[in-house]
Structures are given as C-alpha cells and as structure tokens.
C-alpha cells in the first residue's frame, strides 16, 4: 500500500498529493504527473480519470474516479458547487480580519493569474482558527526517520498566521491569487509576492464529497507539516518502505543542490558529483546518515574520463561513518540485491530503473499494456526473456521472480557471475536460467540463426561501450541497429523494451528512431508506453530529464 493512498473502494481512489510534483504530466517527454503514474501503476487503476487538480506547489487531498459512475458523480457534484473544501495557508503577513470572503474575476497574465473587470468569477472565504496551532499540522511519520530532523527554518509559532481558505468556486490559482489581493501571500509563493521559503505553503487539508453510488457524505483529510523537508515527503509519498530502501534522496536542481545527487543504498549513502565535497553537502550527507540511522557515506566523482583510471580511482569513496563490506545487500521492491563500493565506477545497480524492474515483477507495464499476454502468461513456466547488457541482471531476477526463464547476456564475466548471485539471494536456481558471456550483437545475430525466439527482449545498453568484435557504441548513432537485430528474436505479439540514459539524446528522437526501425523490419506496433525516470528522479527545467524508455509490443 503506497504511503501516500489515504481511502480507495470500488469506485474511488483518494491519496495525498506532496507539494512539488504535477498532478499531471505537462508535456508527453516529461515526468510522470502523479496522475499518470498511478494510472498505469496497478491494473486496477487503468481507468482511473481526473476529476480536479491541485497546483504543482499545493500538496494534499485529491481524488480520482475508477468508474464511468465515479467520474460522472464527481464531475456533477464540482460543477454544481457541492463539494467542500478546506485548504490551510500560512503567512508572514498581518491579517486584520477573522473571517472574510474575497469575491473577484480572474484572468491570466503571463504565468501569472490577476483579479480583473473581464474573466471567471472566483470566490473564496477565509477563516483564522482560533486555535492556530501549528503543532496540530505535524503528522506522524512511519517512514523511517523522525519528522523534527528535517524542519527546515523558518517557520516559527507566533511569527505566522495560519488561516484556513474555503474556495466556492474552483478556477486555477484562486486561492493565490484572493490572498496576496487581501494582503497576505502565501509563504514561498514568490509568484504572487510572498516570502521565499523551501515551499508554497498550501495544502487541501478536507475533501467532502458524496459516494458515486449511495450518495453517503465521505470526508477525506490529510495532515500537514509545512516545515517538513519536500525532497523526503515526495519520497514518503512513493516509497513503500516495507520493502524498498534503495532510492534517490537528492536528484541535482531539482532538489535545490545543482550538480549534486545523493542515493539511499539500504545502510548506506553515496553521493556523486563532479567536484569533492564542501562544507555544505557534507553537511548536508552528516544529516541524512543520522535521520535514517544510516552507517556510513561514499562520494563518488563524476567524470568523463572514468576508464582511465584504475579500480580505486574508479570507486566512491568513504567519507563519513563507518566502511561497508566488500559487499552488501539492499532490497528493492521486495527483491533483494547485492551492490559493492568496491568494483569501480558502478555499484551493482542503476535506481532510475526501479520502476520498470518492477514491471517485470508484476507482469503489467501501463494502463493499456500487459508484459505478457494472456496465452502466454497463463503458461508462466514457458514464458522466455532475454536481457541484452544484463549488468548484474537485476531486470532477470525480476522476470525470474515472475515465473519466466531468462537469458542474460553481457560483456563482461565478472557481472554474470554477479548476477547469479542476486538471483541466489531471492532463493531463484541460476542453473535454471542461461548466462551468455560475449558481445551483443554478435550474440544477437548467432541466435537468430539458430532461429531463437523471446517474449520479451530488453534493450538497455549503456551510453558508450567498446568492444573487440563490434567495436565502438553509440546509442544515439547504433541503437536503431540494435533494434533491427533484436527485432527476429521477437515472437509475434512480443514486447521489446528500448530504454536509453543518454541525456543528449532527445526522447523526440530516440522514440522516432525506435519505432523506425521497428517499421524497417516489417514489423507493426500493436502497443506502446513511453516511461520516463520515475518520482524520486524528479524532472523540472534546470534539471530536464534524461532517462527514455519505450516499451512495444510488435506484431
């Protein structure tokens, strides 16, 4: 159960949405919309459809039908004016009055929304509780780390005013733009003139709506801590931490620390940049170690020139707490897997693939696609996946998990035999399954020949690679050839799974030269879902996204 769903039934799913992320996706390339991602998570919520939307800046209550009489009733009852909600808004500003109501026209003006003489009428009423208790918005947390270690300053109580908004109407920006009209913007909306801080400081604390079907009032409320750190809510919202505690905790700009990223690697931190540490980051990583209890931090260089240099050069470093083992184990998606600081620029495993990792567990990738279909998935024991730049095989294990016979096939020895130890940790028979050291496109081509078929074939090779038999890759320049000799070894009705981290290749362009080539072979696309990095690798426009997956079902 995600963290951040607060009720769901039949017809309703209602979550917490954490301040910085869409309700949904703003552009086809970008980064999932909270929306989208739920959409194609579960096959439950395929049909799942927008009823509202809150801000990207406003965290809190919002609620999705599952069904054409969901959708409807909820779409009557906003039009009709007959649902209630409450938003709570903090301020730095004086507020003279208890109670009042703001009644304006409102247009848009650049990003900007304006109360003017033309537009949409917009009314909101506003209330100072008479207890404005800050301590009452600070929730529980059962993720792990205590809340208090990640208050991020100011604010303080007294030197603020919380006020409760109640908006009649439901016209975008409403509530921004009635309170720095009345005097008092909200803290950290710096759009509408309020003071800068860590977030907008406003949340939809109360949904009141009536059930689809018994017309029963339900009332759905989420707490807030407006001085919780929102890089760690966003990954409180997402990660289940039962059975995930491998993921990024800092992603660059996006995070507010530009060229810095920082993972949670089950007991450990690893940090990368291009440059060494300073103080601040330092700090900062001190931090984290001691909110999650962690037992120690690496920092890892970033540079371009990595295959010049030795193994110890290569490998992060530790620079805070104790060392780890030569190797440890993290557990990702209730899947376990061995990583090392000891092996070089690599760890054992790239976290932006978390989520499709786990669509191999589940057998289900979108809303609109199945990794298999029902006649083959209802005969799991012949169920064939091959995975081409295996690494440590991480999307094999999962495949493996789901019922499926694997075949890795990579480059390098050292990695196969690591993979077959993670199959080993999930109690998986490596011997069940066949590892194929060698090139892949001369692999490739061999089982062709040996008229080999796959139900699904990963393709996920890295942004550069060498080898003697091929020589010199480029995924911008060859992975359309790749494509084409994937493309025999894929069954009829096959998935083929092209994923590329290349970030100076557009995903305009990486997609057109996929489905190019997948047309160049003869060969029709019956389905197809484009996924982009998941939540906790969050996308904005001084951090664009880089990693592009493209999954096909081809006929």
């Known amino acids: 159960m995600l963290p951040s769903l607060l009720f769901e039934n039949e017809h309703l799913l209602v979550v917490n949405k954490p301040a910085g992320w869409n309700t949904h996706a703003p552009s086809p390339f970008a980064g999932e919309g909270i929306y989208d991602w739920l959409k194609h998570r579960e096959p439950r919520w395929a049909k799942l459809a927008i009823i509202h939307r809150l801000d990207k800046e406003t965290s809190g209550v919002i609620v999705f039908g599952k069904t054409p009489l969901a959708n409807h009733s909820l779409t009557e009852q906003f039009a009709s004016r007959t649902v209630q909600k409450k938003y709570l808004l903090l301020t730095d500003r004086a507020v003279d009055r208890k109670e009042f109501l703001v ?11 304006v109360s003017s003489a033309q537009g949409d009428l917009a009314e909101t009423r506003f209330t100072i509780p008479a207890t404005a208790d800050l301590r009452k918005l600070i929730p529980d947390s059962d993720f792990g780390f205590r809340i208090s270690d990640f208050r991020v300053e100011p604010p303080q109580v007294g030197s603020y005013t919380l006020i409760e908004a109640s908006p009649l109407t439901g016209r975008t920006h409403q509530i921004r733009v009635h309170a720095a009209a009345s005097g008092f913007p909200i803290l950290g909306d710096t759009l509408y003139g ?5 977030r907008v400081c406003l949340h939809a604390a109360e949904l009141q709506v009536r059930h689809p079907a018994s017309g029963e009032e339900l009332v759905f ?5 407006f001085s919780f750190d929102t890089r760690l809510a966003l990954r409180q919202a997402v990660i289940e931490p ?10 660059g700009a996006s995070d507010g620390w530009p060229g810095w990223y920082v993972d949670r690697l089950g007991d450990f931190l690893l940090s990368q940049a291009e440059e060494p540490l300073n103080d601040d980051r330092r700090k900062q990583l001190a931090q984290l170690l001691e909110t999650f209890s962690l037992r120690g931090a690496y920092h890892k260089i970033l540079s371009r020139h990595v295959r010049k240099a030795n193994l110890a050069q290569a490998s992060p470093q530790l620079t805070l707490g104790e060392p780890a083992p030569p190797t440890f184990l993290i557990q990702e998606n209730d899947v376990r897997l061995e990583l090392s600081f000891n092996e070089g620029y690599s760890v054992g495993l790239f976290l932006d693939q978390r989520d499709n990792r786990r669509r191999f567990l589940t057998g289900h990738v979108a809303a609109n696609l199945s990794l298999f279909q029902p006649e083959v998935a209802n005969r799991k024991s012949q169920i064939s996946v091959l995975n081409t730049f295996a690494y440590t095989c991480g999307f094999s294990v999962c495949a493996a998990r789901a019922g499926a016979r694997t075949t890795s096939l990579d480059l390098s020895k ?15 028979n490596p011997a069940d399954h066949d590892f194929i050291y060698g090139d892949v496109f001369d692999w490739l081509k061999r089982l062709s020949k040996k008229g080999r078929k796959f139900d699904v074939v990963v393709l996920d090779p890295p942004t550069f690679s060498r080898s003697k038999e ?21 069954k009829t009705g096959g998935v083929l799974f092209t994923s590329t981290n290349d970030a100076g290749w557009s ?7 996929v489905e190019a080539s997948v047309r160049a072979g003869k060969r029709s696309i019956a389905q197809r879902y484009y ?8 996308v904005n426009r001084s951090e664009p996204a880089y990693l592009k997956t493209l999954w096909l079902r081809v006929d």
Do not use: C, M
């Open 103 to 113: 009644k304006s026209r409102i247009v848009r003006s650049g990003e900007r929304y």
């Open 414 to 428: 050292k990695y196969l035999e690591w993979g077959k130890r993670n199959f080993a940790l999930n109690k998986l």
């Open 507 to 513: 995903a305009e362009h990486f997609v057109a030269t």
């Open 194 to 198: 309020g003071t800068a801080f860590q």
């Open 470 to 490: 091929h020589g010199a890759f480029r995924a911008e320049k060859d992975f359309g050839k790749l494509v084409s000799l994937a493309l025999p070894l894929t």
């Open 531 to 538: 996924a982009p990095q998941p939540p906790d690798f969050p």
């Open 242 to 251: 039962e059975f995930t505690n491998a993921y990024r905790l800092i992603h």
């Open 221 to 225: 409320k989420a707490p807030v801590d």
